[in-house]
Structure formats: structure tokens, C-alpha cells
């Protein structure tokens, strides 16, 4: 099946098959609810496998180049073109070095096009600044609406410069709380309100 068709694909799976997918081309397991989220992230690991198989089928210049010369090199290159010929191991810690966090994945197209991305300045570097936090629990509250309203909403925050959809609801909880009395609750909304 072709990359085009299997993302095509994607739009009509379960939460429970993006999951198994995500796992699948990313070597990495997820619990995310986020459809999205997975959608993207597995369209990006396929773009990527399908790159590293082009790259692969393309005749490399630089190992003729070396061939020609005689070359008796033995450590493995990282160059930009030469990070297909490293090993798992050895591609999780040049990701860890370029995109300064580690991984689990040991899918070799996914981590290299993910490294190339970073040093083209593309993705985020660095560690993620994620809600998990030391002594913190979290829960993940699902929200389930029809997509007009949900694109109706991203335009009312949009329009009055708010940042992000969680903002939004961050503030959108706390003046409820407010307007209901539960002042000690909405007072943990203070920051998202304050905007």
C-alpha cells in the first residue's frame, strides 16, 4: 500500500488502531486519546520511511566518491546523508545529541528523518516542557464534539488572541467555577483567566 493511501487510512481508524499504528511505525507506545495528535505523528513516520527508502534506492555520491579514492574508513559517518547506515543504538543517541531528548523508537526512518528535521530547524529541540511533573498526578478529561462546533470555537478564541485551545478552556472553566461560587476552585484557574 502506498504512503498517500495508508495516511488516507488513518482518518477512518479507532483510537485503539491509531495506537496500534503509532506503535508500529514509531516503535514508541503511546495511551495519547488525541486522534490527531497520532494521525500526525504517524504521517510523519511514514513520510519518513518513505524518504529513507528513496534515499536508499538513490546511489549514494559520497560512498563512490570514497570508493574511488580507495578509502579504508572503519567508524561510522554521521553526515547528514550517511545517518541510514547507523545502527538503532547508535541513531537513539545521535538523536539524543540533535534533538536533545531521548528515545524509545527504534524505527531507523522515523529517528532519521526526525534528526533531519531538528537540524533543518523544523521541529522543537530540546526537552519537552510536558504536564508530568514530580509529586503531580494528572488526568487526561476527554471532550467529545462535533467538529463545527469545535472549529466555531478555535475562531471565538482565535479572534481575541488567546494562545492555545487548553488556554481557552483553562479560563473558560475558572470564570464558570467563579460565576458558580466555587471561588478555592477557581482560584486554580487564576492564571489562565488573568489573560
Known amino acids: ?11 477512518k481508524m479507532k483510537l485503539n488502531e491509531l495506537q496500534a499504528k503509532f506503535a508500529e511505525v514509531t516503535g514508541e507506545t503511546t495511551r495519547s486519546p488525541n486522534k490527531m495528535f497520532l494521525a500526525r505523528r504517524i504521517s510523519e513516520a511514514l513520510h519518513a520511511a518513505d524518504a529513507s ?11 563512490r566518491d570514497a570508493d574511488a ?7 561510522p559517518a554521521v553526515a547528514d546523508g550517511k545517518l541510514t547506515r547507523l545502527e538503532v543504538p547508535e541513531l537513539q543517541a545521535r538523536y539524543l545529541e540533535v534533538v536533545g531528548r531521548p528515545t524509545g523508537s527504534t524505527n531507523k526512518p522515523y529517528m532519521v528523518w526526525k534528526i533531519r528535521e531538528a537540524q533543518k530547524g523544523r521541529i522543537p529541540v530540546g526537552p519537552r516542557r510536558n504536564a508530568y511533573r514530580e509529586g503531580v498526578t494528572f488526568k487526561v478529561l476527554p471532550l467529545r464534539m462535533e467538529s463545527a462546533v469545535v472549529d466555531k470555537l478555535d475562531e471565538a478564541w482565535r479572534s481575541r488572541g488567546i494562545k492555545n485551545r487548553m488556554e481557552f478552556f483553562r479560563g473558560a472553566l ?22
Do not use: C, R, V
Not at 1 to 11: G, P, Q, R, V
Not at 53 to 63: C, G
Open 1 to 11: 500500500m502506498s504512503t498517500k493511501k495508508e495516511i488516507t487510512k488513518l482518518t
Open 174 to 195: 475558572g470564570s464558570y467555577l467563579k460565576q458558580l461560587g466555587a471561588e478555592d476552585a477557581a482560584a486554580l484557574f487564576a492564571d489562565a483567566t488573568a489573560a
Open 69 to 75: 579514492e580507495g578509502s579504508t574508513q572503519t567508524e
Open 53 to 63: 527508502a528513496k534515499a536508499a534506492n538513490a546511489p549514494d555520491a559520497a560512498a
